[in-house]
């Protein structure tokens, strides 16, 4: 066994003992454990896990690896994400929290007082989670390719195996210390890996300096930052660090998509019932916001270090000369080691056996590229790939590696366990108790709510084998999904009496479909490969809408939901008088946190 073998199965192999002898240790006991920890935990603790929650696969993995390939453009998922959580302080979590709900179908029922709402609430939440979920199983594939050395469909398959028994421990109380021990892995591999590159290329160990700084034996003293601008535009690809992704109209309604699908997350809202009062709410966001930005101010940094690594392992030289591009023969064995999983492929189109990766789509790049004798880029590399490949590109100690396997392990496992809960809780709680067998034991919903985890695991794994995209691209999915449905209702529901139900039945409806319909026309229905259906002739060819990409939909299908909403709200009755009263003296009450009556 080499000893890359031996640290990773040793790294790896510690950090899941632990996650599961806390599991165990802190096993839920009751109903009220499984679905919020008994309401008692501590904001410094849920602010972790909530960290942890939301810190998944898309973060660890994807966040650098398309702030490396789309430089600025990526940083749409910084603004998004984190900007979610300022709305989510304003707007969400000390209301829920003071209304007293479990979950967020429990309270879209309660508020709107009709079960017909709940179960549609309950359609949302599962198509939301279930998306998000497949990002996390990605995100699971790639890191068992990395770590066995195995295709990315059979480590799907293994990671489907392992969540699957990761998810009997379930309940809120041992996912949130298990999530607490996942955010310590997660952040200390990310930060370690950072340190590292920004080391070894500048010799400055801060990595947000290191872009400013400039290469280690450079004689120009140029900064890395400009340097990467420099290498990639010579290649044809735009400037790193003024790279849009589309229109600037794009990156401004995906951005406002991720912010206010991040706020309508239910799994990270959840989380928000599990301390005692509104003014822990109110710490916890303030603690996970600390957490969060631990990662994302760091991952720039990460991202652009990887790109230079990426780019100076294949060129090797001038770009106009021969000599200066790899000989496939001659590839490292990291280009190896991830070409075997199937997320690294090289295709010689003009047959020299070297390897010429550069920006095909670049009109005014393609007279030079002809003059090069290139007949197409030969590279294409998942970007969820290069974060984990970046140890290897830059030959850093076999231990980093494995810690950042580690690290992408914890973030997945993380996210997929609080996804896993919101699931069981709608389905239990929320249909099968709520709805459909009001008296079932408490025996009953949690033997349901486990089936319900086992489930949704294996219909995610299966969806996982053909993903939509990378894993941040399958998470903004579905936080357009939950822009487009539960955040409305969410919203009017808190802060307007006058909506009812038939409205929020109708926004929401109208919010998934045309969202969903967006989507499925890009990805094919379900992201099920040559099912896609746009329709050019008629002028509905890719990102049709405004130049819109469906990642950033979800705004799109906000603004529908709350005009439908009004709409019908406003042509049919009233919610019933004790409902208004309700709405507003709870919501007056979470402004001075007086607690519950």
């Known amino acids: 066994m080499t000893p890359q073998a031996l640290w990773t199965y040793g790294i790896v192999g510690a950090t899941f003992a632990l996650y599961i002898g806390l599991g165990f240790w802190a096993r839920a006991g009751s109903i009220r454990e499984f679905y919020v920890a008994d309401g008692s935990l501590h904001p410094l603790a849920n602010g972790m896990a909530t960290a942890a929650s939301f810190l998944s696969a898309a973060s660890f993995l994807s966040l650098a690896g398309l702030l490396a390939l789309n430089g600025y453009g990526g940083s749409v998922l910084l603004m998004g994400w984190t900007g979610g959580y300022v709305l989510l302080a304003l707007l969400l979590a000390p209301y829920l929290r003071q209304f007293g709900a479990v979950t967020v179908p429990g309270f879209i029922g309660k508020r709107y007082a009709a079960r017909s709402v709940r179960v549609v609430a309950v359609l949302c939440l599962l198509l939301i989670s279930l998306t998000y979920l497949i990002g996390q199983m990605t995100g699971i594939g790639v890191a068992f390719a990395g770590f066995f050395g195995l295709s990315y469909e059979l480590s799907v398959m293994i990671g489907v195996g392992l969540v699957a028994i990761y998810a009997l421990f379930g309940g809120m109380k041992g996912i949130t210390y298990t999530q607490i021990a996942q955010y310590v892995v997660l952040i200390f591999a990310y930060t370690v890996a950072a340190i590292f590159m920004a080391l070894q290329l500048t010799g400055q160990p801060i990595p947000q300096l290191a872009l400013a700084s400039p290469l280690l034996n450079d004689p120009n003293g140029l900064s890395l930052l400009y340097q990467l601008d420099q290498v990639v535009t010579h290649l044809g690809f735009q400037h790193y660090s003024t790279h849009t992704l589309g229109s600037t109209f794009n990156m401004f309604v995906y951005t406002l998509s991720l912010m206010i699908g991040t706020a309508g997350l239910p799994h990270i809202l959840m989380r928000f ?39 100076n392992s294949i060129h090797t030289g001038p770009i106009a000369e021969e000599h200066s591009y790899l000989l496939y023969a001659e590839r490292p064995e990291w280009f190896k080691h991830w070409e075997a999983t199937g997320l690294l492929t090289f295709t010689d189109h003009n047959g020299d056996g070297r390897i010429q990766y550069y920006d095909d789509r670049n009109p005014e790049f393609a007279v030079k590229a002809q003059e090069f004798g290139w007949e197409g880029n030969e590279l294409v590399l998942n970007a969820d790939v290069l974060i984990l490949a970046m140890p290897e590109i830059a030959d850093l100690p076999d231990w980093v590696l494995a810690l950042m396997i580690a690290g992408a392990l914890a973030a997945a496992l993380a996210t997929t366990a609080g996804l896993l809960l919101a699931i069981a809780a709608a389905l239990a709680h929320d249909l099968m108790k709520g709805v459909f067998a009001p008296n079932s034991s408490e025996k009953m919903e949690l033997l349901a709510g486990r089936l319900a985890m086992l489930g949704a695991v294996l219909f995610a794994g299966y969806l996982s084998l053909h993903p939509p995209g990378v894993a941040a691209e399958t998470v903004a999915f579905a936080l357009s999904l939950a822009a487009a449905t539960l955040f ?32 499925f026309q890009h990805k094919g229905l379900f992201w099920i490969p040559n099912t896609t259906f746009l329709i050019p002739e008629i002028g509905m060819g890719p990102n049709w809408l405004f130049g819109l990409m469906p990642e950033a939909f979800g705004a799109i299908g906000a603004l529908a939901n709350i005009a439908v909403a009004w709409l019908v709200s406003n042509f049919t009755t009233p919610p019933p008088q004790q409902i208004q009263h309700w709405i507003t003296t709870r919501r007056a009450s979470a402004y001075c946190d007086v607690g519950e009556k």
Do not use: D, K
Not at 304 to 309: F, K
Not at 494 to 505: C, D, E, K, L
Not at 507 to 519: P, V
């Open 273 to 311: 019932f599990t301390v005692p009062t509104v003014a822990a709410v109110r710490y916890s966001i303030g603690w996970t916001l600390v957490c969060l930005v631990l990662l994302y101010a760091t991952a720039p940094a990460m991202g652009a270090m990887a790109r230079w690594a990426l780019l």
């Open 488 to 519: 409305p209702a969410l919203l009017l529901g808190i802060f307007s009496t006058r909506f009812n139900q038939y409205g929020a039945i109708a926004g929401m409806l109208t919010g998934l479909m045309l969202t969903l319909g967006y989507i």
